[in-house]
């Protein structure tokens, strides 16, 4: 090997090692929100990661403030955050402290032709005519959560029976379980294994599976226990791969 070629060596490796150093100098937390979620959007690095094991407080956030779909997909950017893809395909991102990012990628129609986002509403400020319908056709069913969607009102009933209100509180759509971009079947029409029947029923006893749907390589099973949602991912064999709410 001659002298130039040595160079060329070494200066190739002196610019890889100051690009580490640079990238490992960066203090992501100290960025605005927008500025890391472009981190966490474009790190070519970040790991998929099972969605159950994300921090509680994740969990929990997204099941109270995005009630009418659910996580499809989770993915850890080292020193970053985390990014959460959700079955209507809009995205969240976290902080390493599990705060949620303010950003603009969701400022638009989503895939299912619907606005994202939303923000939460008060359930004493609900119009008297989305509390009467409740209490007409579901008078045993709780109205549990509600949220401003664009120009429609998302209302979660017992059951997690999502009912959508104009926003003067004028009915339009009735007894969905969630909101999901691909394609979905009632389970009655889906041959379930017996297994995987047997496996639901013993973590979720008494429950019934109300939808099957099947996006990309997985296949997804929504089953109602009681009030609460249960949504299991397996793979296209009928693989277990994990249970979120």
Request: proline share 4%.
């Amino acid at each position: 090997m001659n002298k130039l070629s040595l160079l060329l060596i070494a200066g190739l490796l002196t610019l890889g090692l100051a690009a580490c150093k640079k990238d490992a100098a960066i203090d992501y937390q100290q960025l605005d929100d927008e500025a890391l979620v472009t981190a966490i959007a474009d790190d070519r690095d970040k790991q998929e990661t099972d969605p159950s094991t994300l921090p509680a407080d994740i969990i929990e956030s997204i099941d109270l403030n995005h009630f009418d779909t659910y996580i499809d997909a989770a993915y850890f950017a080292g020193g970053k955050g985390y990014e959460v893809v959700l079955a209507n395909e809009e995205r969240l991102f976290f902080n390493l402290a599990r705060r949620i990012l303010n950003h603009r990628l969701n400022d638009r129609i989503g895939p299912c032709g619907r606005l994202l986002g939303g923000r939460l509403i008060p359930l004493d400020e609900l119009r008297p005519a989305i509390v009467d319908y409740v209490a007409t056709h579901y008078p045993d069913a709780q109205i549990l959560r509600a949220k401003k969607q664009g120009d429609r009102i998302i209302v979660l009933i017992g059951g997690h029976r999502i009912l959508v209100f104009s926003a003067d509180g004028v009915f339009e759509v009735d007894g969905i379980h969630w909101i999901d971009c691909r394609p979905c079947a009632p389970a009655g029409t889906v041959d379930i294994p017996d297994n995987v029947e047997t496996m639901i029923e013993t973590r979720i006893p008494g429950g019934e599976i109300k939808r099957v749907c099947r996006r990309g390589d997985r296949i997804v099973i929504g089953v109602i226990g009681g009030d609460q949602r249960h949504i299991l991912v397996f793979d296209n064999n009928w693989n277990f791969l994990f249970h979120i709410p």
